[in-house]
């Protein structure tokens, strides 16, 4: 940094990669004065500049329905599974959670989720005598795209188990962001 305050220096801010430097030139531009804007160089966005990581979490975890019965995490099964996601459900492994380091988009399945149906549910008359389960899986929000930063799978207090999902997506500065 080009300058620091004696709580940067205390925190060791300069053996620290912190931020980034930008050369910034304050000057009116065409005649004409610029109230609050900032204009970049296309070449240095390109480069990096600016940009930033998003993250976010998808929490799911398995409830019971009745005494017995017991939501569970796995890859639904078209022919077992009723009111499949529009989504797909290729990227999931065998026990319904997504690997990390995986890159997703749009609309895929994230977590796969399915509930236990009762025999005599009959379900608006779509459903089949082969039709056991209902599924309850989580897909990435519609826009949304990204990688798979970390995946926790663990028990709640109650044994039951519980599934945290960290999605991260780049952020690149476009026309029209606010810098402050």
């Known amino acids: 940094p080009l300058a620091t305050t004696r709580s940067m220096e205390f925190l060791k801010f300069r053996e620290l990669p912190a931020g980034q430097n930008a050369v910034v030139a304050i000057a009116c531009y065409s ?5 609050d804007s900032v204009i970049m160089n296309q070449s240095s966005i390109d480069r990096g500049l600016f940009r930033s990581l998003f993250y976010r979490a998808y929490v799911e975890q398995e409830k019971r329905i009745g005494i017995s019965a017991v939501e569970q995490f796995e890859k639904p099964l078209r022919s077992e599974t009723m009111r499949m996601k529009h989504g797909t459900y290729e990227k999931l492994d065998d026990d319904g959670i997504i ?7 749009g609309e895929d399945v994230i977590i796969g989720k399915t509930a236990p149906m009762a025999p005599d549910n009959e379900e608006l008359g779509q459903r089949t ?3 056991t389960k209902r599924d309850a899986s989580t897909t990435l929000m519609f826009l949304e795209n990204g990688i798979v930063h970390h995946v926790l ?4 207090q109650e044994g ?3 599934v945290k999902v960290r999605m991260r997506t780049t952020k690149v500065p476009q026309i029209g962001d606010k810098f402050a």
């Open 99 to 105: 690997a990390p380091g995986t890159r997703v988009s």
């Open 160 to 162: 039951l188990k519980f």
């Open 153 to 156: 799978m663990t028990t709640n």
């Open 31 to 35: 005649g004409y004065n610029q109230d």
């Open 129 to 131: 005598k082969l039709h």
